[in-house]
């Protein structure tokens, strides 16, 4: 076929793969040149990308099939993706054509004859025909052309894969029927794979329907967390710890375009990837430009709607409608969401959407610099909508933004409780602040909820006050109703058990139990009964405990108390040392909270502290903080005082693990400081008890005897003569004091306030503190030279640990428990089951020998790395690359890393932030 001619100048038209592209235009009949650009039938090249096998798998399935549609909004990785894939094909020595698209393509003849160059550039002999055909005539029927383009497919043996990219540009339905005819007609051995951002033109149905459709939209195209890892790894590698990447998806939703865009700005000087992440909004430079451009290619009247409806946390068709005062409204909602712009359905009927988390900020902030006088009215509309179809909460946060505070107040009633009882207790509070309490007065049933939701909140004092006042007016006006007494007092337990007054706190909530009709207010003050009792070692209480069981459409509206059921279940069964009923009961408690309001909710926080606790002990350390570390500031501002120590336990424990006691001490001084400005005894006993601990293992004593003396002040400052929750304070202390007692060489004296806990311990049911007491018994029996008692004590300790699933207790036992194991190792005379869980504990101890190993001090470190390394470390904690720090230093990346090694091993840790976090905390380095 390369006969044909162009003009008089004996140039070829048309020339095989070989002749490396070098058609130039084409001749029609009138004289017209068909223009060709090479590069349109070429794929895009790209470097570093992640590899993505999920995607890859599901692409892998076209082999079988007719048509694949990658279908996503802009800067969702569709073309890398297609690209890749394109390769990956091309190397397995399939046939594989490219082709390009834009808006000048959008006519039949001009869309064949690259469709034909593509195919012809891949597979020499196919298209040939079909170009000549076209440059003939440029009318000629498009089946023709396509006739020619199967007949020549028909010949070929192997694969032959067609990729279109960006088919949204094409809108003539001529085109989408001659796509249609290709996917019917081409041999089986011939597969057509587009990437669009709008559905396109062809019969999907038709093709889902006969198995021969492949598809890839925008929620499988985010980067999921271990993408999102590894594409941070690739380009900014250890300059983000683990809760910052997380940060990072979240705020970006996987967006590969955002996470790309950021990426880019490591080369701007002073650029801080942590800060920026921390900040990051859609507002923000370069995000908003991207943006900008976004919608700088669409309609003024979609930008028009986007801008109006940047309002709505949610989107709607009536919604929208209603807002914009538009009747096309739901039109032009149909119209973005066929855009892909960056739209995500909340629910299977695609009735409601939202903006993407960015977008939606990028919206709001031009909204308001464009329009702001605006801003109020479409609020009111909003509200009025919102308010017609019962949807309370959010007419209420409409109607407050409108300026309409009247009409909020009005409103607030009909869902005020339904907020507490999901667990939402901010956004009651934060409606609180800004209405005065006049406004209030007339509203007992808000201000019962509101009072709910300050002791749930752990703003004890304030509950407690309002539920005095609310109970005045209630005498005051003669009100006849019982209900509204009985609910004050169940708030006021609430409010004395969260403060941690379980035996206060325990004979108010039992009357509501038996004398409120109200299933929620029963069931609130049976959690205070439960805590009561558990605290009092009376578990038979405990269990006998009644609850009032919710419906499943109850369950999702009483959220709150159905959680904090489970976590005090779980709590209990961790008493007794059966760790696995404890799993379960807080793995249900965070099910439930997961489903009916979030992974990110205070519902949700609760359990998930509780279970970091049982996965530390079990020895999963980074499961175990990872539950924690994200949820901290939640933890910290809402969960109850078990949850709280649990997180900060978990977080210490873990950071002394690694070798980072300055971190642990730092972590367990703010656990003390939040017990003492709650006023949680309990709290702080523990944390001051685990810094004695750490001290006292360090062999440093005095700071172990300061914290001991704290402890005994605690004692002093929150007596228990009979068994309750600040029983456990005397319990820290006599344990601490214990272990004090034997570093000074004072072992009969640790025996007796040992053999005392041991005593109340018993009573009060706690196994698990018990088990504490029996490991350090043990200890000191060993240091004392009784090595029988002390090894078949351990044994017992051992047994029991094994069979309860406890690890972790073992290995933080310090020095003298780490020879104790060794030696029940060596003895043999223990099972084959037994035996292996030793044989861990041991291989564990070689692992982690933080309780041996005196910390290194700033002087220790300031001496011990050389200018060049302090020099490297600085340049680390400012987020450069090895490569940019060896572009900065003049030297090369080879040596970077030789002098990183022997950071890390001064410094005792593995990565490149650990090394950050452990310069900062002896102050080598500082961060903006």
């Known amino acids: 076929m390369g006969g044909r001619t162009h003009g008089d100048k004996g140039e070829p038209l048309i020339q095989s793969r070989s002749s490396n592209l070098a058609i130039g235009t084409g001749t029609l009949p009138a004289r017209e040149q068909l223009p060709f650009l090479a590069t349109k039938i070429l794929p895009a ?147 057509v794979v587009l990437t669009t951002r709008t559905e396109p033109s062809l019969p999907l149905a038709t093709l889902r329907a006969q198995n021969q459709l492949v598809e890839i939209d925008a929620v499988a195209l985010r980067f999921d967390m271990q993408e999102t890892q590894a594409f941070l790894d690739s380009t900014r590698p250890g300059v983000l710890e683990l809760s910052d990447v997380q940060l990072l998806q979240r705020k970006t939703e996987g967006w590969p375009a955002a996470l790309r865009i950021i990426s880019s700005m490591r080369s701007q000087p002073g650029f801080r990837l942590k800060e920026y992440v921390h900040n990051l909004s859609g507002s923000q430079r370069p995000i908003a430009a991207y943006l900008t451009e976004m919608l700088d290619g669409l309609a003024l009247d979609l930008v028009d709607f986007m801008l109006r409806t940047a309002i709505l946390d949610r989107l709607s068709g009536p919604l929208c409608e209603a807002v914009t005062g538009s009747s096309s409204s739901r039109t032009i909602l149909a119209s973005l969401a066929q855009c892909q712009m960056l739209l995500t359905p909340l629910d299977n009927d695609g009735v409601w959407l939202r903006y993407h988390t960015l977008l939606a900020e990028y919206l709001r902030q031009r909204l308001e610099t464009d329009r702001g006088v605006e801003v109020p009215e479409l609020h009111g509309r909003a509200a009025r909508w919102y308010a017609s179809h019962e949807l309370w909460t959010e007419a209420v946060q409409h109607a407050i933004a409108a300026g309409d505070f009247d009409r909020a107040i009005s409103w607030i009633k009909n869902c005020a409780m339904t907020l507490i009882k999901r667990g939402d207790l901010f956004t009651l509070l934060e409606w609180q602040r800004q209405f005065p309490d006049e406004l209030m007065r007339g509203q007992p049933e808000v201000r019962l909820a509101i009072a709910w939701g300050l002791a749930l909140a752990l703003r004890f004092d304030e509950a407690l006050k309002l539920a005095t006042d609310i109970e005045g007016d209630i005498a005051a006006a003669r009100l006849p109703d019982s209900d509204l007494l009985h609910e004050c007092q169940a708030i006021r337990s609430v409010a004395i058990a969260l403060k941690d007054d379980s035996e206060r706190a325990l004979p108010l909530a039992e009357d509501c139990v038996s004398l409120s009709r109200d299933p929620w207010t029963a069931n609130v003050a049976s959690n205070v009964v439960r805590f009561g009792h558990m605290q009092a070692g009376d578990l038979k209480q405990f269990y006998a405990t009644p609850w009032i069981p919710y419906s499943l459409e109850e369950d999702r509206r009483n959220v709150f108390a159905s959680v904090y059921r489970r976590c005090l279940q779980g709590i209990a069964e961790i008493r007794q040392i059966r760790l696995a009923a404890a799993e379960e009961h807080y793995r249900e408690g965070l099910r439930v909270a997961e489903q009916y309001v979030g992974p990110n909710s205070v519902a ?128 820290d202390h006599k344990l601490a004091y214990a272990q004090l007692l034997g570093r000074r060489a004072r072992p009969e004296e640790a025996m007796t306030f040992l053999r005392e806990l041991q005593r109340e311990t018993e009573a009060a049911q706690h196994r698990y503190f018990l088990i504490r007491i029996e490991i350090r018994i043990s200890a000191l029996q060993l240091s004392v030279g009784k090595t029988a008692e002390a090894t078949d004590r351990f044994r017992r300790v051992l047994a029991a640990c094994a069979h309860a699933g406890l690890y972790q207790i073992i290995l933080d036992g310090g020095s003298l428990i780490s020879e104790l194991v060794q030696m029940v190792q060596r003895s043999g005379s223990i099972s084959e089951h037994l035996m292996s869980y030793v044989d861990r504990l041991v291989a564990g101890s070689r692992r982690a020998p933080q309780d041996r190993i005196v910390p290194i001090s700033r002087a220790q470190a300031l001496g011990g790395l050389s200018a060049r390394e302090t020099e490297i470390l600085k340049l680390i904690a400012q987020g450069l690359s090895n490569k940019e720090i060896a572009r900065s230093l003049d030297i090369g990346p080879e040596t970077v890393k030789s002098h990183l090694k022997s950071v890390f091993t001064k410094l005792g840790v593995e990565r490149r932030a650990q090394a950050v976090s452990r310069a900062q905390t002896l102050g080598l380095v500082t961060t903006q």
């Open 604 to 731: 949700a926080a609760l359990p998930a502290s509780l279970i970091a606790r049982i996965l530390y002990e079990q020895g999963h350390l980074d499961e175990a903080e990872a539950l924690v570390i994200d949820r901290a500031s939640l933890i910290n501002s809402a969960a109850m005082l078990d949850c709280v120590r649990s997180a900060y336990f978990v977080m210490a424990r873990v950071a002394a693990a690694r070798m980072n006691l300055e971190r642990a001490h730092t972590l367990l001084e703010r656990a003390e400081n939040h017990g003492i400005s709650r006023g949680w005894g309990r709290l702080t006993a523990a944390a001051t008890a685990e810094q004695a601990r750490l001290y006292l293992n360090e062999g440093r004593v005095d700071e172990g005897a300061a914290c001991v003396d704290r402890l005994e002040r605690l004692a002093r400052k929150y007596p228990a003569p009979r068994l309750c929750a600040w029983s456990e304070i005397q319990w």
């Open 45 to 191: 090249q790209f470097g570093g990308l992640v590899a993505r096998p999920r995607l890859v798998a599901i692409l892998s399935e076209l082999r079988a099939k007719r048509l694949a549609v990658i279908k996503a909004p802009a800067g969702f990785g569709k073309t890398s993706l297609a690209a890749a894939w394109a390769e990956k094909l091309e190397q397995s020595g399939n046939c594989v054509g490219w082709l390009t698209l834009d808006s000048e393509d959008d006519e039949a003849t001009r869309f064949l004859f690259y469709v034909s160059q593509a195919l012809h550039h891949a597979c020499p002999d196919v298209g040939a025909g079909a170009i000549g055909l076209i440059l003939e005539n440029n009318l000629i029927d498009p089946t023709a052309i396509l006739s020619s383009l199967i007949n020549d497919l028909a010949e070929m043996e192997d694969d032959v894969y067609l990729f279109l990219e960006d088919y949204h540009w094409l809108s003539a339905s001529r085109i989408h029927q001659t796509v249609a005819y290709f996917l019917k007609h081409a041999p089986s051995h011939c597969h």
